[in-house]
């Protein structure tokens, strides 16, 4: 993956805000995809950070983080899957916000909206990990119309929006789907 690394960090240069990507990666690629972009991309930028998490709980992606010695200090957490799986640690702090379960699709915009107002002097990239794990919640109509709202409000605040999936788990509609809400679409091998 650490070959990918330079290809993620080109095409977000090359896009800039307001630019919505889909990075097409393997499972085994995840963690690494995560530390370049929070890690070489955001805090080398300055950025702020909205991870959504669908598949890995928060405090599971902070402590990653954390033991690599990453500063964190700039991340934020829409955290949809902690109670889900009844992560202990599901207590709000200034980091996390949480939603009861992935299929609350309403709330995950208005819990990111929440989190650029309180950063309201903040440039940011919004994360959602990953497609794939939102498209076994929710029906893909349900799913599309989300992220066409979540694309349009993370643009507006000239973010750069980020979307990850897993091409060992789309499904053909979802694989529609994203090439209707992102401009564009990264295969990492």
Do not use: W
């Not at 983080?65 to 709000?92: G, H």
Request: net charge negative.
């Amino acid at each position: 993956m650490e070959e990918a690394a330079p290809q993620i960090l080109s095409r977000l240069n090359e896009l800039g805000p307001a630019v919505s990507i889909d990075f097409n990666i393997s499972v085994e690629a995840y963690f690494d995809t995560l530390t370049t972009l929070i890690d070489r991309f955001c805090n080398k930028k300055k950025l702020s950070c909205i991870y959504i998490s669908i598949t890995v709980p928060s405090s599971t992606i902070l402590s990653a983080m954390q033991s690599l010695e990453i500063d964190t200090s700039k991340l934020r957490f829409v955290d949809c899957i902690s109670f889900a799986t009844m992560e202990s640690s599901a207590t709000e702090d200034q980091q996390t916000v949480f939603v009861e379960s992935p299929t609350m699709l309403e709330y995950i915009v208005l819990k990111m909206e929440y989190l650029f107002r309180k950063g309201r002097d903040e440039q940011f990239m919004v994360v959602l990990d990953s497609v794939n794990s939102l498209a076994a919640h929710n029906e893909v109509r349900m799913l599309y119309e989300f992220m066409q709202v979540l694309m349009a409000s993370a643009k507006s605040r000239g973010a750069y929006p980020v979307l990850l999936s897993m091409e060992e788990q789309m499904k053909p509609e979802v694989r529609e789907m994203l090439q209707l809400v992102c401009d564009q679409i990264v295969t990492l091998k």
